[in-house]
């Protein structure tokens, strides 16, 4: 079996190398979509993380039960504001 493959193989050659180019440039793409793909998640990663402040709105009071069970609410006189 493996002295017909290698016949084979001896007597394709021009279908081996462009076989073994194939490969070779499908795995290339493959590799560089992902290199693309995480490079890009990082790009808006990084952009949305300066872009945006670090702000955190609470009652004065946020000891009471009303905050920590999540149904504290604003009055609507501070909507405007």
């Known amino acids: 079996m493996l002295r017909?493959?290698?016949r084979n193989l001896r007597a394709h050659?021009?279908?081996?190398?462009?076989?073994t180019l194939a490969v070779t440039l499908g795995v290339s793409f493959v590799v560089g979509?992902?290199?693309f793909t995480?490079?890009?998640n990082k790009t808006f990663?990084?952009?949305?993380?300066?872009?945006t402040s670090d702000v955190v709105?609470?009652?004065a009071?946020?000891?009471t039960d009303d905050f920590q069970t999540g149904s504290a609410t604003l009055p609507?006189?501070?909507?405007?504001?």
């Not at 990663?45 to 872009?51: A, I, N, R, V, Y």
């Open 13 to 19: 050659k021009l279908r081996l190398v462009l076989s």
């Open 61 to 63: 009071d946020a000891a």
């Open 38 to 40: 995480d490079t890009l």
């Open 45 to 51: 990663t990084d952009l949305f993380t300066q872009t």
């Open 76 to 81: 609507a006189s501070l909507v405007g504001k």
């Open 4 to 6: 017909t493959a290698l």
């Open 57 to 59: 709105v609470q009652p």
């Open 33 to 35: 979509t992902f290199v």
